[in-house]
C-alpha cells in the first residue's frame, strides 16, 4: 500500500458540515468599545462584568498577535468578524419543548439528542448554538445536589457573586493576546459549581455547534470544585463546512481546591477545511486550571481531529502542596490542517507532580507539533514530571514537530521526557492485511493502538466515541 | 505417500514480478498439490521471500507476468486480506512489530476473518481465549506472549513461534512459511517443525522456504526446490536437498550461464 493509499483513506468527509436555517439575530461586523458595551447591554450584564470586559479590550488593543508557534495563515482581520450572533428565540426557554425545534433536531443530527425520551441517560448536555446556549439537561436533578450547571449568561444573572469570584482569576484578562480577546466579546460557555464535599453525580457535558459563517465564536467556561468535591465534563464541538475560515478564541479556566479534582474532556471537531486547505475553523483556544487547594487533581485530555489551525495548550498550575496534573493528548492532522498543541505544567507548590501523554498523528500535507512547558519553581520542592510524546506520521507529506521546553529552579526535581516518532509502515500494513484484516481496519487499529495511552482516560462514555471519530477520519476510499 | 491426483491447491505459471521496476521473478512454475510438503532453497538473494511476499500480495511487488491460481481461483486479482481469509498463509522471515496493538486482540480479529469466511460463527473474547489456549500449547508459547503488543519486543525465535500460533489458529490451507527455522534454538525448532506435522494433513499443504537440512530432517518434504535468480532452477524430492548440504550452490551458476544462452 502506497503512501497515496493511506493517504486517500485519512481523506474522510466530514459528517457534520450542514448549515441549520434558521433566523439568527446578529450585531454589525467589527470591534470596538461601542461593540463590547453592546454586547454586555444585549446580556444584560452588570457593572463588574461590563468593567471587566472594557478592561479587557483595552488592552488587546495594546498586544499583537502572537507569532512564535509553527503555523501560518494569512492575517485575520478582526474588524471582519461578527462578533454576537443568536439564534432568533427570546430569553433562554425554561422548558425544552419551547425551544425551537430546528434547534433540537440539529442537536439529534449531531448525535446530541436533549429532548427528555432520547437524552444520555447518565450525562447532563448543556448544548450551545452559536453564540448562546439553548439547553441545558439536568439542572434540578443535579441542583438537588447542590450543583450548579448553566450557561455562563445564566450565571452571571444568578450566582453573579460566584462569577466575579473566579472569572479572569486563573486566566487574566491581558493573559494573551486571545484571551483578551476573548474577555472583551465573550458571548456564551459553561458554568459549572460543584459545593463542597460533593461528587457530580454524572458526567457533564457541553456540546459546541457554530452555524454563522461570518462570526467569531468566544465561549467562555468556568468550572469551579470546592474542597473534595469532585466533577468529570466533557466539552464536544462541530462546525459547517464553509470556505472561508471561521476564528473561534475561547478561554476555559477551572478551579481545584483542596482535596478536588477536575477531568476535563474535549472532542474537539471543528470543521477542518477542504484537502485544499479551503475553510476550517481557526482554533485558538486558552484552557488553564489552578489546582490551588492541597492534594488537588486536574486533568486535561483531549482529542482533537478538527480546525485548519490549532493553537492550544491546555495547562496546569499546580499551587497546592502535592497537587496533580495531568494532561492527555491526541491531535490527529490532515491534508493542510496544523496544529501547534501541548501543555504547560506550572509546578508552584511541594511535592506537586505532573503527567504529559501526547501522541500526534500526521497524515496529508499537515504539520502537528507539539509544544510544551514543565516549569519547576523554587518552592516545588520534590515535584515530579514525566512527560512522553510520541508521533506518528502517515504518509511522506507530513510534518511532526517536538518542544519540550524545561525551566527548573529546583535541583532535587525529577523530570522526565520520553519523546518518539514513528511512521505507519505498509510493511505493518501488509502484516495485519496477510491475516485478514482489512486494509481499513487495519489502520484503524494501529491508529487507535497508539493512542490507547490517552482514550483510557476519556470518560466510558467517550472512550468509544473517540475511537468512532478517529476510525471515522481513517474512513475513506481504499486507493 | 504422494497421490499425484490429489486436487492442485496452488499453480504458478511463468510468475514476473518486480520491485521499483527492477525485475526480480523472472518466471516462476510452481504446482503445490494437497497433502503435499514442499521446500524451496536457494541462495540468499535469490527471490524465495519476494515469491512469498507476492503469492501474499505484498503492495510493493508488481506481477509483470504470468499467473497464480488458488483452487480455481485467480489468485492476483484478490487483495491481500481476501487471500488469507480463503486459506494462504505467509509465516514472515521478519516478522513486523507493531506497538499499541494487543496481540490477543490482533490474533482474534485475524480468526474471525477468516471464521467469517468459512461460514463460522465470530467467536467473542472468552470463546477466543479459550481456543488461543489449546493453540497456544501446539508451539509450547507462554500465554504472557498474547497481554504484549504484536512482536514488540519479542525475541526472533519468539517472533517466529508467535508465526507458528497464527498458523494454528488460521488453519490455512496453503502455508508458505519463510525461514521460520532461522533464529530458533534446537528446542524451539522441534516444537515449531512439531507443529507444522501436527498441522499439516491431506487436505492442506506447506511450502517451506529454508536455508537448512536440519529442518528437512524433521519435516520431510514430498519436493525440493532450488531457486536461483528469481526462477525454479531445479526440483526434485528430499535427495536434492542432502545433495544441496553436499556440494553448496556453485553449480547454480554454471546452469545459471546455460539458461541464460538458452
Ligand atoms: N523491496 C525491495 N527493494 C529492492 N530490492 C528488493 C526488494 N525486495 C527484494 N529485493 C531484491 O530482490 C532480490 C531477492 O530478494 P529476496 O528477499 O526475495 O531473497 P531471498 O531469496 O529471500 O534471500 P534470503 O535467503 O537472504 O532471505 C534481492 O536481490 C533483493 O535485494
Ligand atoms: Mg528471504
New interface residues.
Given amino acids: 500500500?502506497?503512501s497515496t493509499?493511506v493517504g486517500d483513506l485519512v481523506a474522510q468527509p466530514y459528517k457534520y458540515g450542514f448549515v441549520t436555517d434558521i433566523e439568527t439575530e446578529k450585531i454589525a461586523k467589527g470591534l470596538s468599545e461601542d461593540v463590547v458595551r453592546l454586547i454586555s447591554a444585549k446580556k444584560d450584564e452588570p457593572a463588574f462584568l461590563l468593567e471587566f470586559r472594557l478592561r479587557a479590550y483595552r488592552q488587546w488593543l495594546q498586544m499583537q498577535e502572537p507569532d512564535w508557534a509553527a503555523l501560518g495563515y494569512p492575517p485575520i482581520d478582526y474588524q471582519d468578524i461578527i462578533y454576537y450572533a443568536a439564534p432568533k428565540q427570546q430569553a433562554k426557554k425554561a422548558s425544552l419543548d419551547e425551544v425551537d425545534p430546528k434547534l433540537l433536531e440539529t442537536f439529534d443530527k449531531l448525535g446530541i439528542p436533549l429532548s427528555e425520551q432520547k437524552r444520555l441517560s447518565n450525562v447532563a448536555v448543556d448544548a450551545v448554538f452559536d453564540s448562546v446556549s439553548i439547553a441545558t439537561t439536568f439542572k434540578e436533578q443535579l441542583a438537588e445536589h447542590g450543583v450548579i450547571f448553566c450557561s455562563i449568561s445564566e450565571a452571571v444573572k444568578e450566582y453573579p457573586g460566584l462569577v466575579e469570584r473566579y472569572l479572569g482569576t486563573v486566566v487574566s484578562s491581558n493573559d494573551n493576546y486571545f484571551a483578551a480577546l476573548n474577555s472583551a466579546v465573550f458571548s456564551d460557555g459553561s458554568f459549572v459549581f460543584i459545593p463542597k464535599g460533593v461528587e457530580c453525580p454524572m458526567e457533564l457535558s457541553t456540546y459546541f455547534r457554530i452555524n454563522s459563517g461570518d462570526t467569531g465564536q468566544f465561549e467562555r467556561t468556568l468550572i469551579v470544585a470546592e474542597d473534595g468535591a469532585s466533577v468529570s465534563y466533557l466539552e464536544g464541538c462541530t462546525a459547517p463546512m464553509f470556505d472561508t475560515n471561521q476564528l473561534h478564541a475561547a478561554v476555559v479556566e477551572l478551579v481545584a481546591l483542596d482535596d478536588a479534582s477536575i477531568k476535563y474532556s474535549t472532542v474537539q471537531n471543528w470543521y477542518a477545511g477542504d484537502e485544499h486547505g479551503v475553510g476550517g475553523i481557526y482554533n485558538f483556544v486558552t484552557k488553564r486550571g489552578q489546582c490551588r487547594g492541597a492534594r488537588s487533581k486536574i486533568s486535561w485530555t483531549q482529542v482533537e481531529t478538527g480546525s485548519a489551525i490549532t493553537w492550544k495548550y491546555p495547562s496546569c498550575v499546580l499551587q497546592g502542596a502535592d497537587s496533580v496534573g495531568e494532561f492527555y493528548s491526541v491531535a490527529l492532522t490532515n491534508n493542510r490542517q496544523q496544529a501547534d498543541t501541548g501543555t504547560k505544567m506550572i509546578h508552584v507548590g511541594p511535592r506537586t507532580r505532573s503527567t504529559i501523554v501526547s501522541k500526534g498523528i500526521s497524515a496529508g500535507h499537515s504539520v502537528n507539533s507539539y509544544r510544551g512547558l514543565v516549569q519547576i519553581g523554587p518552592k516545588a520542592v520534590g515535584a515530579k514530571n514525566y512527560s512522553q510524546c510520541d508521533s506518528m506520521l502517515i504518509g511522506d507529506q507530513a510534518g511532526a514537530n517536538t518542544y519540550p521546553y524545561i525551566r527548573s529552579q529546583q535541583s532535587d526535581a525529577v523530570v522526565e521526557h520520553e519523546a518518539s516518532t514513528?511512521r505507519l509502515?505498509?510493511?505493518?500494513l501488509?502484516?495485519?492485511?496477510?491475516?485478514?484484516?482489512?486494509?481499513e481496519?487495519?489502520v484503524s487499529?494501529?491508529v487507535?493502538?497508539?493512542?490507547?495511552d490517552v482514550f483510557n482516560q476519556l470518560p466510558m462514555e467517550f472512550a468509544a466515541e473517540a475511537d468512532k471519530l478517529l476510525a471515522l477520519k481513517l474512513e475513506g476510499s481504499v486507493g | 505417500m504422494i497421490r499425484s491426483d490429489a486436487p492442485v491447491l496452488l499453480e504458478v505459471r511463468d510468475l514476473r514480478a518486480s520491485v521499483d521496476d527492477q525485475p526480480i521473478l523472472h518466471g516462476v512454475n510452481l504446482t503445490i498439490r494437497a497433502g503435499e510438503i514442499h521446500a524451496v532453497m536457494g541462495r540468499n538473494g535469490s527471490g524465495k521471500s519476494t515469491l512469498s511476499k507476492v503469492l501474499a500480495g505484498h503492495p510493493a511487488y508488481t506481477v509483470t507476468g504470468g499467473s497464480v491460481t488458488y483452487r480455481g481461483q485467480d489468485l492476483l486479482e484478490l487483495e491481500p486480506e481476501q487471500r488469507a481469509r480463503i486459506g494462504l498463509f505467509l509465516g514472515f522471515q521478519y516478522p513486523v512489530e507493531i506497538p499499541g496493538v494487543s496481540n490477543l486482540e490482533f490474533l482474534r480479529v485475524a480468526t474471525n476473518a477468516r471464521r467469517q469466511e468459512r461460514g463460522e460463527t465470530e467467536l467473542d473474547t472468552f470463546a477466543f481465549e479459550d481456543l488461543v489456549n489449546t493453540r497456544l500449547a501446539v508451539v509450547q508459547m507462554d500465554p504472557a506472549f498474547l497481554e504484549r503488543s504484536v512482536n514488540e519486543g519479542f525475541s526472533g525465535g519468539e517472533k517466529k513461534r508467535n508465526e507458528i500460533l497464527q498458523m494454528a489458529l488460521l488453519e490455512p490451507v496453503v502455508a508458505i512459511l519463510d525461514e521460520t527455522d532461522s533464529g530458533l534454538d534446537i528446542d524451539a525448532l522441534r516444537i515449531v517443525a512439531g507443529g507444522v506435522n501436527q498441522l499439516a494433513s491431506p487436505d492442506n499443504a506447506t511450502l517451506l522456504i529454508t536455508h537448512y537440512q536440519r529442518l528437512l530432517d524433521l519435516i520431510t518434504p514430498d519436493h525440493v526446490h532450488v531457486m536461483a535468480a528469481g526462477r525454479i532452477l531445479r526440483s526434485g524430492g528430499p535427495e536434492l536437498a542432502h545433495e544441496l548440504e553436499r556440494i553448496g550452490y556453485d553449480w547454480v551458476d554454471q546452469e545459471l550461464a546455460l539458461t541464460e544462452v538458452g
Fill in positions: 500500500m502506497t493509499a514513528c509502515s505498509a510493511d505493518q501488509f502484516y495485519l492485511q496477510s491475516r485478514g484484516i482489512g486494509f481496519e487495519a487499529m494501529m487507535s493502538g497508539f493512542c490507547r
